[in-house]
């Protein structure tokens, strides 16, 4: 293997994203064609969107519903759980989710592992993306540490980078 991807693998990893909460069923449609032609992983919308979303798409390319405070994660545990039941209950085959570090020296800590534990329970099996968002000069060692948490959780982490973890 040359460590080379083509263009048909990397496509197979991209999801595309219409986070517009006033999106109209023809943006919706028109994305949904483009994922369909070029065989994406994914389209990516508010909860809302999701049943629309389906319609449009093909079989084999998954409707990824964001829940949780996106694109902030500042929720609490029990508000994380209920926007993700709502996504679930919407149709997604995927959550996304967002776990914000916080400015204080205890970042990560109990907080997050308590999310990251009611991100796993309430996504009901279905793959759970979770980004880590990273400000400028964020630590790496807090980064490290919220990968840690994600792991312990089951669930996967991303960076503000686009890198996925998909698990089942």
Request: charged content about 25%; overall charge negative.
């Amino acid at each position: 293997m040359s460590g080379t991807m083509e263009a048909r693998g990397i496509l197979e990893l991209v999801d595309l994203t219409l986070l517009d909460r006033s999106a109209s069923e023809e943006d919706i449609a028109s994305l949904c064609r483009v994922a369909n032609e070029q065989g994406t992983a994914a389209v990516c919308v508010f909860p809302e969107h999701a049943q629309s979303v389906r319609r449009h798409l093909e079989e084999g390319i998954s409707v990824a519903v964001v829940a949780g405070g996106f694109p902030e994660g500042d929720e609490s545990p029990e508000d994380v759980s209920l926007a993700i039941a709502e996504a679930v209950s919407s149709g997604a085959d995927e959550i996304d989710c967002v776990l914000e570090p916080r400015d204080t020296g205890d970042f990560p800590g109990q907080e997050e592992l308590a999310k990251l534990i009611a991100m796993r329970e309430a996504s009901s099996g279905l793959v759970l993306k979770v980004i880590v968002g990273q400000s400028q000069g964020w630590p790496s060692r807090r980064g490290r540490t919220s990968s840690r948490h994600a792991r312990e959780s089951a669930a996967p982490a991303q960076t503000s980078m686009p890198r996925y973890w998909r698990t089942r």
